[in-house]
């Protein structure tokens, strides 16, 4: 991990931690805030192996970037006024915080063989694998590591449980019914795609 990289790490990290203790007050919410400083990766991980976020520090930065998106999603007039979608800032910050702790202590550093294509020789390169030590789902495992620590209401969990949308492997009438049950599910998926894709580097 070079000086920038841990720069990085250090700077998202003193931000979340101020994000979560301003805007979640639950009981058991530092409790989670603990596990996450002490006995996890969470402010280390990648936030995918090959794809958005696939180095030292990408899930926290995932994280922000989804309660920056989801915050700016439901600013927008249309989706207060027309919609109707209108909640507090605990759970605006708990669900976008929090969506992916399923990655939590998921990924496991390790190197691979790729062809540079300049010179067509090949290089040992860092990249992470998974292993999955709780293989519980995605967004379902969010929800069950949020709620060993603190209860999430109805709607926030079902946000977190379906925040991957029509892009995760469920049944898309599945998917369907989450959204119609909690309108949060579907602002919380419109953040986390557009943090994914618009906002995150693959390396």
Not at 100 to 122: A, H, I, Q, S
Not at 137 to 157: C, D, I, P, T
């Amino acid at each position: 991990m070079d000086e920038l990289q841990q720069q990085n790490i250090n700077e998202n990290k003193e931000r979340f931690l101020g994000l979560f203790r301003a805007k979640i007050h639950r009981d058991g919410a530092e409790k989670l805030l603990n596990w996450l400083q002490n006995e996890s990766d969470f402010f280390i991980a990648p936030a995918s192996t090959r794809y958005h976020g696939n180095y030292p520090g990408g899930l926290v930065e995932h994280s922000l970037n989804v309660y920056d998106c989801l915050v700016d999603y439901l600013a927008r007039p249309r989706v207060r006024e027309r919609y109707g979608l209108a909640y507090n800032e605990e759970t605006i910050a708990i669900v976008a915080l929090c969506h992916d702790l399923c990655k939590v202590n998921f990924y496991k550093p390790g190197k691979r063989n790729v062809k540079d294509p300049e010179t067509g020789k090949w290089k040992e390169v860092e990249n992470y694998t998974i292993e999955d030590t709780f293989p519980y789902g995605h967004g379902e495992k969010s929800v069950y590591m949020v709620q060993a620590f603190m209860q999430l209401k109805r709607e926030e969990a079902l946000a977190i449980r379906w925040h991957m949308g029509f892009s995760g492997q469920e049944d898309s009438s599945y998917v369907g019914q989450g959204f119609a049950a909690a309108p949060l599910a579907v602002a919380l998926s419109v953040a986390d795609e557009e943090a994914a894709f618009f906002m995150e580097k693959q390396v």
